[in-house]
């Protein structure tokens, strides 16, 4: 699934669909942190997590401590 880049005025958009003031010389940075978020969000959801239990299921201090690799 391709993403295309959210521009500054697109991030100033969305900011006031939000009901968020954001003053102009903002609107670069506020795009450029949300596509970096939205590409460490891809990298993400690309993981097999597989079999992997949901946090909860961890319980802390009852891992079995061995040397084996």
């Avoid at 005025?9 to 978020?37: C, F, K, Q, S, Y």
């Amino acid at each position: 699934m391709s993403v295309t880049e959210l521009t500054p005025p697109e991030a100033a958009r969305w900011a006031a669909h939000a009901g968020l003031r954001l003053p102009a010389d903002r609107h670069a940075a506020v795009a450029a942190t949300a596509n970096h978020i939205r590409s460490v969000v891809a990298v993400l959801r690309e993981l097999d997590l597989g079999d992997t239990p949901p946090a909860p299921a961890f319980l802390a201090g009852q891992e079995m401590h061995d040397a084996a690799v």
